[in-house]
Structure formats: C-alpha cells, structure tokens
C-alpha cells in the first residue's frame, strides 16, 4: 500500500500532504480516505485506489478574482501569507490498527 498523487510523487509517512489516523471502530481491511482542499482553488476529479497506490486526480482552478479577493482581505489585516498553499489539498487516512499493520507504507 503506497500513498500516491496525480503527479506521481511517493508520499512517506513524515509527508505534510497526508496523515494516519486510527480508527479501531473501523472493520478488518477497511480504508477510509478524506481529501480536504479549498474548492474555490483545486477541484478533485477523483480518490482512487490503483494497484496499491492512492491517486487523487485534480484540476487547479485558479480563480484570480479569488486569489486577488483574498489578499487584499489579508492585507486589510496586516496579515500576509504563502498564497501557493490554497492550491494544495491533504489526505486523511482512517484504519484500524490490524489494517494498518497489515499495510506496507512506503518511505
């Protein structure tokens, strides 16, 4: 089991873009995969499973209007930030710890 994107670039377990979580309430060999992203900037086509590798499929929607919208908001504030962020998403795993042990993740 490897944690992949639509780039092809191999996510590891110290990754920022992804995160485990245990969830024993979970069945035997469930999985269960969250993509969080900010819909006004990145559209997620599709959260596969392919061959042992999670594939988030997207498209980038850049919204100026909404970027530009957001930094003057910001500047407003005094406050500035790494806008590229708003095009990144990241990926929640939920299993149980059986399932976990069971999965070979990738580093």
Known sequence: FTI???IGDLLTR???NY???ID???ENDTILVEVNHI???VKIKSVRIVEGYISVSHTERIKLANLFNLFVDNLKDEEIYNYTKV???KIDVFVN???LDSLM???
């Open 24 to 26: 024993d309430t979970l």
């Open 14 to 16: 110290d990754s920022n």
């Open 4 to 6: 992949d994107d639509s």
């Open 39 to 41: 819909d006004d900037f």
């Open 87 to 89: 095009f990144d998403y």
């Open 105 to 107: 993740l990738e580093e």
């Open 97 to 99: 710890q059986d399932t």
């Open 19 to 21: 995160t485990v979580f």
